[in-house]
């Protein structure tokens, strides 16, 4: 039993199997996430495909981000299906799973006939198969987290996590070059013909390699004790969860919707948002966004570093706060000009990677017995709502105000000070009763 529960049991440092652990768990979730975002990076060009040419440019984009979105509204019943059986069978056996539900629907995508071949048929089958995507997603980012986390020190949670989440947003980045890639190298016929597809036939191909790296992975030590000790659930993990831990629920919700801000809206929209507002090329806004991801992606790891060194309360308002200045920095900005474009959205892209110190509080939230259950439950009905909505929400406040994305992200991080200032009062309130209490 010893070598089930070691890796818990000490402060110590990460060792060569924890980074192997982490390494490939983030490289497998980058892989899949790729599968996941690619569609946005060619949300103009599938618009353009995908539904009649004589509809108004702001209805088409207003369509094709609700298809966007379905991916977003199909995560909780993938993510509350995976993480029941995730918390009775394995983490490991879910986490694998994610993937094929993941590698098929992008395939299929990238095949897929357009409204021109199909008619109403094509954007309906296309809805169908983002669907499907968000089901394994809703899956694999909870499960993700609680993968890593289970194997890691519990001193080490935060850096697990940010490790992990930087994974995830290197799968953005690899949409980001892959899209760029495709728009230098191709003209945009040449994009609209074929190009896209295979950005998305890539996505299948990528889908296959992780779940080979998958195979190199442990079931986590928590589960393995857990299991040997007769201690798993013994009802529906979600009833214990929705019963005994709503506190829990409502403050990872609210974390995911300041998560979901931050990727959607700064990540993710604005590619589009530049082409569309400020007339950028597609090349140039893309190369933007690359630069931006890569700095989130370093964003997340030191965010992990710096919760597991302050604590929760601090990070997040310090985090917040440096959100939301580089937001307003960013957006206002870019009314002015374009001249600072790039190390503006490197900043902003930096400070949104506060979304690396999220799961440090929610794998925390929720005792081992429904962890996967209770994470995955928060996060994806939050993002379902918050993350799903966003991109319609945003792109009808643009037709009244163009500064509109600034204006959200702000009002979000808002929200992270608040939550950041109530994790503080309540860590030093548990500083000050533990020694009375002694």
């Not at 590698?103 to 071949?117: E, H, N, S």
Request: net charge positive.
């Amino acid at each position: 039993m010893t070598t089930v529960t070691t890796p818990r049991e000490h402060n110590r440092p990460l060792n060569r199997q924890d980074y192997k652990t982490l390494s490939l768990a983030a490289l497998g979730g980058a892989l899949e996430f790729y599968d996941f975002i690619i569609f946005v990076f060619f949300a103009v060009v599938i618009g353009e495909l995908f539904f009649p040419a004589d509809i108004p440019e702001w209805l088409r984009q207003f369509q094709t981000f609700g298809i966007f979105a379905a991916g977003y509204l199909a995560r909780p019943l993938g993510g509350i299906i995976m993480a029941h059986f995730g918390d009775l069978i394995g983490r490991k056996r879910m986490f694998t799973l994610s993937i094929i539900m993941m590698a098929l629907p992008t395939l299929l995508i990238g095949l897929l006939p357009t409204y021109a071949a199909l008619g109403i048929a094509a954007p309906l089958l296309l809805l169908l198969l983002r669907i499907l995507q968000g089901a394994a997603i809703g899956g694999e980012v909870p499960g993700a987290w609680v993968f890593v986390a289970e194997h890691v020190p519990a001193k080490r949670v935060g850096v697990a996590c940010g490790t992990l989440t930087a994974g995830l947003t290197a799968g953005i980045l690899l949409g980001s070059l892959v899209a760029t890639a495709i728009n230098r190298g191709m003209s945009p016929v040449e994009v609209s013909e074929w190009g896209w597809r295979l950005a998305f036939v890539l996505g299948g191909v990528f889908g296959i390699v992780a779940m080979y790296l998958r195979r190199w992975l442990h079931e986590t030590p928590v589960f393995a004790e857990m299991q040997a000790n007769k201690a798993l659930a013994e009802e529906l993990p979600l009833k214990t969860v929705l019963r005994e831990h709503k506190g829990s629920v409502i403050v990872s919700m609210l974390l995911t919707w300041l998560l979901s801000a931050g990727i959607v809206v700064v990540i993710l929209m604005t590619p589009t948002y530049l082409q569309k507002a400020h007339g950028i090329t597609p090349t140039d806004a893309l190369t933007a966004n690359s630069l931006a991801i890569l700095a989130l992606t370093l964003g997340c790891i030191c965010y992990g570093r710096l919760i597991d060194a302050i604590g929760s309360g601090p990070t997040f308002m310090l985090g917040s706060l440096l959100l939301a200045a580089t937001t307003y920095a960013f957006y206002h900005g870019l009314a002015a000009g374009m001249d600072q474009l790039i190390p503006l959205y490197v900043l902003v892209g930096f400070a949104v990677g506060i979304v690396g110190a999220v799961p440090y509080v929610m794998v925390n939230a929720f005792p081992a017995v429904v962890r996967f259950s209770g994470l995955s439950f928060s996060y994806n009905v939050a993002y379902a709502i918050f993350g799903g909505l966003t991109p319609m929400l945003v792109t009808l406040w643009m037709k009244e105000d163009m500064l509109a994305p600034s204006h959200y992200v702000v009002s979000l991080a808002a929200l992270g000070f608040v939550l950041g200032l109530i994790f503080w009062l309540r860590q030093r309130s548990q500083h000050q009763t533990r020694p009375q209490t002694a």
